[in-house]
């Protein structure tokens, strides 16, 4: 891009990754307009961390009107749009497919379909946040950027269809939409039901935490800062790229990361559970991928940022800042009574 970026729009930046990246861009001179539907799984606005309350908008929108859409995108002028809008979580694609698919792909191609009208006259770029899992699993060696697409549950199917969409937009309609497939994250804001904080809370309660299977399945974890500083990073270089893979390279089992957590809160005296009490192995999920594991040569070698947190360092933090953030839990254990989900038998 040629036109330094003062605007950014981003949506779904009530989410996860959408707050910790709201809040890292807001400490810099941007001017921030979020659009969110405020799901259960989104953090409330005064949780927000915004360095600039002045340059900060929020707007409640859930992307299903087109021309609210196209409306936001021409009052507000953005040079740049970062898209995490989606629902997010395995077992709920597997309880309900069809919200899961519908929900994702329409969103997506309102935004997109809105984007490619507002850029004919406005120079801007998309960034549409995605995922490792529409490589699907894989048992050795490292997804890039040119393998096929291979999703395994209807969330990573979802997430496949909107990258292909975004393709085809590029394709037919000369957009400028880049697509990022991101490792799992963990760190502040993730609700309870994703793996690290289930594990986190059910040790602080004393209880042992359930773990899928018997836990050998491997995923790359990258704490949600880095990921963060990596986004803005990636939607600010001029490097000629469709997509792109974004990952830390540390890749462990579930029941090293269980192990790890437990250590860390044993150590703190976070928790009275023992060796032989804190987990429980539960029936595992449907098409559970058993490995992801991304090729970032194309980030390491083009983009100016290195993704260098310590993941015991990192999970000791995040768990520190659950302990913290006590009025945050709160909020969401009012939406959240950790049920489990997603078994179809």
Known sequence: MKKKIKKILVTGGSGFIGTNF????????????????????????????????????????????????????????PNLIVNFAAESHVDRSIEDPLYFIKNNIESSLNLFHSYAQYSKINEARLIHVSTDEVYGSISKGLSKETDSYNPSSPYSASKASQDLIARAFNTTYKTDIRVINLSNNYGPYQFPEKFIPTLIFHFLKNRPAPIYGRGENIREWTHVEDSSKAILKTSLSNKKFFNINIGS?????????????????????????????????????????????????????????????????????????????????????????????????
């Open 22 to 77: 709201i809040n890292l861009i807001s400490k810099k001179n941007y001017t921030i307009f979020n659009i969110d539907k405020l799901s259960y799984i989104s953090s409330e606005e005064k949780f927000k961390k915004i360095k600039n309350p002045k340059k900060y908008f929020f707007k409640k929108n859930n992307l299903s009107n087109i021309n609210e859409i196209f409306n936001c995108l021409n009052f507000f002028k």
């Open 249 to 345: 390279g540390k890749k462990v089992s579930n029941l090293e990361i269980a192990k790890t957590i437990f250590s860390i809160m044993k150590k703190r005296k976070l928790t009275s559970l023992t060796n032989q009490n804190y987990l429980k192995m539960v029936k595992d999920r449907p098409g559970h991928d058993i490995r992801y594991a991304l090729n970032t040569k194309l980030f390491r070698e083009n983009i100016n940022y290195k993704i260098d947190k310590n993941l015991k360092n990192g999970l000791n933090e995040t768990i520190s800042w659950y302990i913290n953030n006590n009025s945050w839990l709160k909020s969401c254990l009012k939406k959240y009574k950790f049920n489990r989900l997603g078994l179809i038998d």
